[in-house]
């Protein structure tokens, strides 16, 4: 079968000649799902239908399964952890088989990146969502082809303060705190990022939290993860804490705007490039984002040294432009897809 790196208009990534990744393609045995955040398990549904397996970390099976009903008790969410791989039969007469491996991503909890080894020994990659290139997330390099993602790959792009980024953030958090509650809004993924994050650099005040999100701490906190003390909202104990007034609350990105609440509000915003921006009398946005700037992008590519760089046009708003800025860094084989 006809083996390949490219992504579709559905979105989906493909690798090889049997493996779908981030979205649906028909006729692949497996889909793999590199992390939990919507744009990247879109068509799940198909997904279980079609597809034979459905490879996950087990960070991102949690959310998963806390996300849709119908993968809580299927056989076919198959759990690969960072490191290991699985084999995928090519031709059952012939048994010959491609070899996929996840690679760990600096991104939400769970995420990773995908290389997959076709019969020949020709290597395919996929970074998935990441930022911290060559620190928390390892470059794939040498493979024969690799598909990047660049949702920050647009001009004027650049975080000059991400270095800094989680320092900015805490210091906020903690002199809020000082002033009373504190609210934080944020994606899915990047809410649990920062709530460990809050912890390791000495934020100790209660976390209340939604009964979805307190179910995925719960479940995460089983994997490893430490979260201090946190508690249901609506609970005879976060009602005693809510009295109290200091604690910091998580809850969902768009609930932002809508919410009037006792307290801070702090809205953690991607596409925000200053640290932190004070937008109402108790409202704060701040530019924390999990995903490589332009610098960043333009790092992992370089260092990547692969064969073949195809920018993921179906995530980025400037892939074309990005592409022909590679090309000015003397790369030859730079194309975007789908065009
Ligand atoms: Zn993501």
């Not at 031709?91 to 991104?107: L, N, T």
Request: aromatic residues 10%.
């Amino acid at each position: 079968m006809f083996s390949v790196a490219t992504v579709t208009e559905t979105k989906a990534i493909l690798l090889g000649s049997q493996v779908t990744v981030d979205g649906f393609t028909p006729r692949r045995k497996v889909r793999v799902i590199t992390h939990a955040h919507a744009d990247h398990t879109k068509d799940i549904g198909k997904s279980l239908s079609y597809q034979e397996t459905i490879l996950v970390t087990e960070e991102t099976a949690v959310f998963l399964k806390h996300t849709y009903r119908s993968l809580r008790s299927t056989r076919k969410l198959v759990v690969l952890k960072p490191g290991q791989t699985y084999k995928v039969p090519v031709d059952s007469r012939r048994g010959g088989y491609e070899v996929i491996k996840f690679v760990k991503a600096s991104h939400i909890p769970g995420s990773v990146q995908v290389v997959v080894e076709d019969e020949e020994g020709r290597t395919f990659g996929y970074t998935g969502d990441f930022k911290e290139p060559g620190t928390g997330t390892p470059v794939l390099q040498g493979l024969d082809a690799l598909v990047v993602d660049a949702t920050y790959g647009c001009p004027l792009c650049i975080r000059k303060y991400k270095e800094t980024m989680d320092e900015e953030l805490v210091r906020l958090v903690l002199e809020l705190l000082g002033r009373g509650p504190v609210h934080v809004y944020a994606y899915n993924g990047k809410l649990q990022e920062v709530m460990e994050l809050l912890r390791l650099h000495g934020v100790d005040a209660p976390y209340l939290l939604s009964r979805r999100e307190f179910l995925i701490a719960k479940d995460l906190e089983k994997l490893g993860y430490t979260f201090g003390e946190y508690f249901l909202e609506g609970s005879p104990e976060a009602k005693e804490i809510e009295r109290d007034g200091w604690y910091v609350r998580f809850s969902k990105f768009h609930n932002f705007r809508q919410e009037r609440v006792r307290g801070s509000k702090v809205l953690l915003d991607g596409w925000q490039f200053v640290p932190v921006q004070k937008v109402g009398p108790n409202a704060w946005r701040v530019g924390f984002s999990d995903h490589a700037d332009l610098e960043d992008l333009e790092y992992y590519v370089l260092e990547s040294k692969a064969g073949e760089i195809i920018i993921d046009a179906s995530r980025a708003s400037a892939a074309q432009w990005f592409a022909s800025r590679l090309e000015l860094y003397g790369l030859r084989k730079v194309s975007y897809r789908p065009i």
